[in-house]
């Protein structure tokens, strides 16, 4: 199947620093690839719609300037996460629509798990 | 909105027991319906999909049917091993999947010798 991956696959950061993620879909492109946040114990709860080319759409209640999407490539995607605090630790994951060949389907990268000391 | 229903956890069963997690949903329209695991330590797979009423969705030994008229896709297998014992969630999407997933709570499954 499509592999999704995210580097890292886990970091620790001092409160107050930024934190970068990456999500690559390896052997496929994808024009939407989303960003998720589960707590847990929790199910998965969207971030944001992440576009190649254009301005993530964000959920409601997410702070758009907190959590920067980039989606520079058909390839990439990557998440900031802005002056982090401790409240913000937690495990991210992104996913990658595969839609060409028949195929309309979310992939899903092995999640980054972010500790804010 | 739309939303996931999924019986709660932990679920606990002996090795070749017949599974069944049930899922129910609230959505406008024709969603696509889907189950995922997550496997300990890992992230999450897409198991199977349908994405109109009555498909049946199938795979591992694993299968769900799309019920419009219970708006329902409970998660079935025959004889599960201790290698099934995952978390498994159940989610919709509006307009196939390249739309965002709405994902129920979860489920966790735990298999025994």
């Known amino acids: 199947g499509a592999v999704v991956s995210q580097h890292p696959s886990w970091v620790i950061c001092k409160s107050g620093t930024s934190v970068k993620i990456e999500c690559r879909s390896l052997d496929f492109q994808a024009t939407t690839m989303f960003w998720y946040r589960q707590f847990p114990k929790q199910s998965l709860m969207l971030m944001a719609t992440?576009?190649?080319?254009?301005?993530?759409?964000?959920e409601q209640g997410v702070e758009k300037d907190k959590f920067l999407i980039n989606h520079a490539s058909l390839t990439l995607s990557t998440l900031t996460v802005t002056s982090a605090h401790p409240e913000d630790s937690s495990f991210y994951i992104c996913?990658?629509?595969?839609?060409?060949?028949?195929?309309?389907?979310?992939?899903f990268g092995p999640g980054t798990r972010l500790t804010v000391l | 909105g739309n939303s996931v229903t999924q019986m709660e956890g932990p679920v606990t069963l002996s090795e070749e027991a017949f599974l069944t997690i049930n899922c129910t949903y609230t959505?406008?329209?024709?969603?696509?319906l889907f189950w995922y695991v997550q496997y300990p330590g890992e992230g999450l797979q897409l198991l199977l999909k349908?994405?109109?009423?009555?498909d049946k969705g199938s795979n591992k030994g694993f299968e769900a049917t799309y019920r419009k008229e219970t708006t329902s896709f409970h998660l079935e297998k025959g004889s599960v091993q201790v290698s099934d014992s995952a978390v498994y969630f159940c989610a919709l999407s509006d307009q196939g999947g390249g739309n965002k997933l709405t994902f129920g709570t979860g489920t966790q499954l735990k298999v025994e010798l």
């Open positions: 996913s990658a629509h595969h839609a060409s060949g028949g195929a309309d389907t979310q992939y």
């Open positions: 959505a406008t329209g024709y969603p696509s």
């Open positions: 992440s576009n190649e080319g254009s301005k993530a759409t964000y």
């Open positions: 349908a994405t109109k009423a009555d």
